[in-house]
């Protein structure tokens, strides 16, 4: 089992580019989540999804969208980026409502 | 909602030296549980322990063990005879009773053992 992957791990933006995060699990786990990681911050939940199909706000959802068609992926996507989104984007997926585990993250830098 | 607050931002101890990280968090739900996840220099978050709130005994994993007190509202992380490998940032967090899995996280401890 690859466990919880993600693509790309690092990525230079523009203010402005557009992009999308891909998360994929083979563990078969209905729950799955994205995190941003900053400095002095700890890992605050942008985006997560209970299920193929759905997907709800976390505490910073404000510029991302994300989408979560097949059970096994869960998108993140920025629309319009900026610089304030710079940081370090972790997915993490759960079986049931226990521990998460997660993927290896994505450093992104908008400029 | 829930909140973690991890008051030591770094700590640095020499080898062999015991340590420990506070956790103290703040929910209104009367079942919830906590975490503590550790993230090594490499980047990955590995996760190291979930405790239930109805479940106060105190565990131990080899040098590992955590002291979960509800009167308190903590759950304190001490690694005993810390070694170099330990170097790593420490999250703790909480997860309430809701049926998202919503983890909240603290803000990270850094802590850096030296030879």
């Known amino acids: 089992n690859a466990g919880v992957t993600q693509t790309p791990k690092f990525r230079v933006l523009k203010t402005g580019q557009s992009m999308t995060l891909l998360c994929a699990q083979d563990?078969?786990?209905?729950?799955m989540y994205w995190y941003r990681q900053d400095p002095g911050m700890g890992l605050r939940l942008i985006h997560y999804s209970v299920g193929e199909g759905t997907t709800a706000k976390g505490e910073v959802p404000d510029g991302y969208n994300v989408s979560r068609l097949k059970k096994q992926n869960f998108l993140l996507g920025l629309e319009s980026a900026a610089p304030s989104q710079t940081s370090v984007y972790f997915c993490?997926?759960?079986?049931?409502?226990?521990?998460?585990?997660f993927g290896p993250g994505t450093r992104l830098t908008v400029l | 909602a829930q909140k973690v607050t991890q008051a030591q931002t770094e700590i640095s101890v020499v080898e062999k030296e015991d340590v420990t990280l506070d956790c103290v968090y703040e929910?209104?739900?009367?079942?919830?549980?906590l975490f503590w996840y550790k993230q090594p220099p490499s980047g990955e978050l590995v996760f190291l322990i979930r405790?239930?709130?109805?479940?106060?005994q105190n565990e131990i994993s080899g040098r590992y063990s955590w002291n979960f007190q509800k009167s308190t509202s903590s759950f304190n992380f001490t690694i005993t005879a810390s070694q170099v490998v330990d170097s790593a940032v420490y999250f703790c967090?909480?997860?309430?009773?809701?049926?998202?899995?919503?983890?909240?996280f603290g803000q990270g401890t850094t802590l850096q053992v030296k030879p």
């Open positions: 929910t209104r739900d009367t079942t919830y549980y």
């Open positions: 405790r239930n709130s109805f479940d106060e």
């Open positions: 967090a909480v997860r309430g009773s809701s049926n998202t899995g919503k983890l909240i």
């Open positions: 993490a997926s759960s079986y049931t409502l226990w521990e998460q585990f």
């Open positions: 563990m078969n786990h209905e729950y």
